[in-house]
Structure formats: structure tokens, C-alpha cells
């Protein structure tokens, strides 16, 4: 599945399928200002590490061409208002500050003499990190097909899917990939509450795609994992440390620890951009703190009384020491992953 991200030469928008939506809606979300790319990312219109890195790529197109519409003089300027505001839409995904800052570094050096040759050259730059997304995936999944067994049933945390990507996912990536080695497999989506993102989207695609898989609550990975029904856990990242250290949708640092107890591998799927060699260890990664609403309400029912604050911290750091594989296209990194990190940098 590649059509969830979508440029319309049309419309000259980013068309993007609406996953607050999802599983009962299927609509779609255009993006032709920066106020729009911005409002997609926050409300999680798009989300997902990678597909807000290939958003974030074609928004600063989309700026571009909102500041030409404009007219300022000075367009230098406005512009690189609009791209630090893309930036800083989120700030838990080092995906989308890497794409502004690819963005940034292909004006630096491409000495564009107006903003109409500099939106076309981003243009083509997003789109190459468009199939780029789609290519690290598919390689993704042919190194982590070697880590899953035939008959093994995986547990996945949140989603990491086509969805969450530019096509073919990260931790579904590896099962995919699993799958198109000819391996049987079935998988245990967790719910990941509060978005439900696992209930909504995972299962949604995989079923989808005709790879069998179930819902479980989030509070029963401890007793699924207990009577011996999950082999292997594979979730994806929104950033890795230097260290290791994975920050992944909430919740996945529980099932890390479970597994680790039960003597399951636990592994994390992402692209080599989603290392981040600047960030110490995952306690120094921001922490997304969100709406309250989206844990006093599901959907439009209200589930907390009036009056009760709740938290809504969107992300937790596994530690490095429970991963025993970071899945990347170039390869699987093993401990210690400060130093395997340090090398693939080198």
C-alpha cells in the first residue's frame, strides 16, 4: 500500500489519507498550505515517523509555493518562517526535523536564483524521499525476514505499517517481508491506547493484505505472553539515541519489559534517519505531551468524569539493554549499539 501519500500536480497539493478516519472512513485530507501541512501532522491526519518525514518533505514544497502566491519581497525570509514552523509541528519524530533539514541544506546548495526554481527542485527532492521511504522498507523487510521463524506469532506495539511510512512499513515491514520469503505468520496487534492506533490501523492493513492477526488489549501482553502465544515482538521508532535507546508510542517500554521477562526477542524496525548520533540516550528525547481529550474521549464518548486531569504522554524510551536487534536497510544492529551506531556514522 503506497496511495496514503499522495502529490496531485492537479490540485498542486499533498493528498493524504485521513488515519483519524480509519478503520470505518476512508477520506482523504489535502494539504495545500503550510497552516495545512501543519494542522495534518499535529491532529495525526498523517503520522508515523517516516510518513511525517516524507510529509514534512513535500510541506516545505508546499511553502515554497504559498510564499510565491504571496508575493513578499523579502522571500527568503517568509519562507524560512513556514519551514520552522513545519519543524516544530511535533517533536518527538526526528524524521521530520531531518526532512526540513535536507530541505534546508538542498536550497544551501543549490543556489536557486528564484523561489519558483527552488520549489521545483524541493519538489523533486520529496519525491525521491518519497520512493527513498518505500525502498529502505522493502530492504527492511528482507533483513528481518531472517529474524522470524516460520509459525511464529508477532507481537506488534502501535503502528508501524504502510501507514506510518512512505509504503510496506517498518516492524510490518519485516513481517511482510517475512511473509513474501513464504513464511506463515500471524501477528498480535496491541490496541495502543489512547489512539488505538494498533486496533485501528495495523489491523486494519494487515487484514487488509490478508495476513492474519488479532486484537489484544494492551493489558494482555503479560498473560499472552505467559501461555507461550507470542514468539517474537517487533515494533517500530519515532527516534533511536546514540546509545540505543528506542522512543516508540507509549506503552511499548512495558512490553519490552515483558518480553525480556519471558525470554522473548524484541526487536525495533527503522531507518537508518531515524538514528539520531545527537541524542545522548532516550531520556534526552522530548516527549510528546497531548490533547487530553484523546484519553478522556473515545471518539465522541466522554470516558473520564469532568474536572480530572489525565496524562497523555505520547511516548516512552525502551531502553537499549531489551532490544536484541535494530532492523535498519543496511542491516541488522546488534549490542552494543553505541558502538555499531558509531560505525554506521563513521
Not at 211 to 233: E, F, T
Not at 288 to 298: A, F, I, L, Q, Y
Request: some cysteine; aromatic content about 6%.
Amino acid at each position: 500500500m503506497t496511495d496514503h501519500i499522495q502529490f496531485s500536480p492537479e490540485k498542486d497539493a499533498l493528498v493524504l489519507l485521513d488515519q483519524r478516519l480509519l478503520p470505518t472512513r476512508v477520506e482523504w485530507f489535502d494539504c495545500v498550505t503550510t497552516g495545512d501541512v501543519c494542522f495534518a501532522l499535529k491532529v495525526m491526519v498523517v503520522r508515523g515517523a517516516p510518513a511525517i518525514g516524507v510529509t514534512a518533505a513535500y510541506g516545505c514544497y508546499l511553502a515554497a509555493r504559498e510564499t510565491a502566491r504571496e508575493g513578499a519581497a523579502d522571500w527568503a525570509t517568509a519562507l524560512a518562517a513556514r519551514l520552522d514552523l513545519i519543524e516544530n509541528a511535533r517533536p518527538t519524530a526526528v524524521n521530520l526535523a531531518w526532512a526540513v533539514r535536507e530541505m534546508r541544506r538542498v536550497w544551501a546548495e543549490c543556489a536557486a536564483s528564484s523561489l519558483d526554481e527552488l520549489a521545483a527542485v524541493w519538489l523533486a527532492r520529496a519525491k525521491d524521499i518519497h520512493l527513498a521511504d518505500i525502498e529502505m522498507c522493502k530492504a527492511m523487510g528482507r533483513f528481518g525476514a531472517d529474524l522470524i521463524d516460520d509459525g511464529d506469532t508477532v507481537m506488534t506495539h502501535c503502528n508501524a505499517g504502510a501507514l506510518a511510512t512512505a509504503g510496506y512499513g517498518t516492524a510490518l515491514g519485516v513481517i511482510r517481508g517475512a511473509v513474501d520469503a513464504g513464511k506463515k505468520i500471524q501477528v498480535i496487534a496491541n490496541e495502543t491506547r489512547p489512539f488505538l492506533q494498533g486496533a485501528r490501523l495495523t489491523a486494519w492493513e494487515l487484514h487488509r493484505d490478508g495476513i492474519p492477526v488479532r486484537v489484544a488489549c494492551d493489558n494482555a501482553c503479560a498473560l499472552l505472553m505467559k501461555r507461550g502465544l507470542v514468539r517474537k515482538v517487533v515494533v517500530g521508532a519515532d527516534r533511536i539515541a546514540a546509545n540505543g535507546d528506542a522512543v516508540n508510542k507509549i506503552g511499548t517500554f512495558g512490553v519490552a519489559l515483558l518480553a525480556k521477562n519471558f525470554g522473548i526477542p524484541f526487536y525495533v524496525a527503522a531507518p537508518v534517519y531515524t538514528i539520531d548520533p545527537a541524542t545522548p540516550t532516550g531520556d534526552d528525547v522530548p516527549i510528546e505531551d497531548r490533547d487530553p481529550r484523546e484519553v478522556t474521549h473515545v471518539g465522541q464518548t466522554q470516558v473520564v468524569p469532568d474536572g480530572v486531569s489525565v496524562y497523555n504522554l505520547a511516548f516512552d524510551p525502551t531502553p537499549a539493554e531489551l532490544i536484541a536487534g535494530i532492523v535498519t536497510e543496511r542491516g541488522v544492529l546488534r549490542p552494543p549499539y553505541g558502538e555499531a551506531i558509531r560505525k554506521l556514522f563513521a
